[in-house]
Structures are given as C-alpha cells and as structure tokens.
C-alpha cells in the first residue's frame, strides 16, 4: 500500500513540475529578435493582445499557490476531524505539493528581485 502512495505523490510532483515547466515556457517564448531597421523609431511599446504580461502571470502562479495550501489546509483539518473519506496519503501529497509550490514561487521571487537590483546597478 506504501508504494501506491509513492506512486501517487510522485504523479502530483511531476504534474506540479510540469505546471511549473508550462509557466516558465510561457514567459519565455523565444521570438525572433530584429534590429530595427535606421528609418524606423520606436515611440512606444504595446504589450500584445494573445500574450499575458508578467504581472498576470506572476498574479496566477501566486494565486495557484494560494489554492494549493488552502486545499492542503483543508485536507488536513478534515483529516484531523475523522472524516472517513480523507486519506494521510492525500494529506500529506498535497501538504507537499503545497510546499513545493511555495518554494518554486520563492525561487521566482528571488530571480526577480536579483535581476531588479542587476538593472538598478546598471549604469545609466
């Protein structure tokens, strides 16, 4: 029964990598990158209309992590109440998909922060 559970929570870990893996492909979308041609200015940039801009990206990693620890809370306090049909292996799959996601947004918090300062101390 041990490994039924292993089995299971490395297929929520792999699904949690892979929802991180789809984010990260979406915010770095390899585009050609042209030089301008000299008879052309740039007077301003508009964000396209089918990409999502990094503030809603950031916005629904942060509240998909949100989701995942409230689900997580709620296992446990139904867990702890004894209803029959709560599992500890569930309990505890989605407590540490919980945790894997808080520290997959950390981790995106930290590079963003580092690559601000980066930009910050680039001379002008």
Avoid at 40 to 58: A, I, K, M
């Amino acid at each position: 029964m041990s490994g039924i559970g292993q089995v299971t929570g490395r297929a929520d870990i792999n699904q949690v990598l892979e929802n991180m893996r789809n984010m990260k492909a979406q915010v770095q979308r390899p585009e050609e990158l042209r030089e301008p041609s000299p008879t052309t200015s740039v007077t301003s940039v508009q964000p396209t209309n089918g990409t999502p801009d990094f503030g809603s990206l950031l916005s629904r990693a942060v509240d998909g992590v949100n989701e995942t620890q409230q689900e997580a809370s709620a296992l446990k306090t139904s867990y702890e109440q004894g209803d029959p049909t709560v599992d500890i292996t569930r309990v505890m799959v989605q407590a540490q998909k919980a945790t894997v996601s808080f520290q997959a947004l950390t981790q995106v918090r930290n590079k963003v922060v580092q690559a601000y300062e980066d930009i910050m101390k680039m001379p002008i």
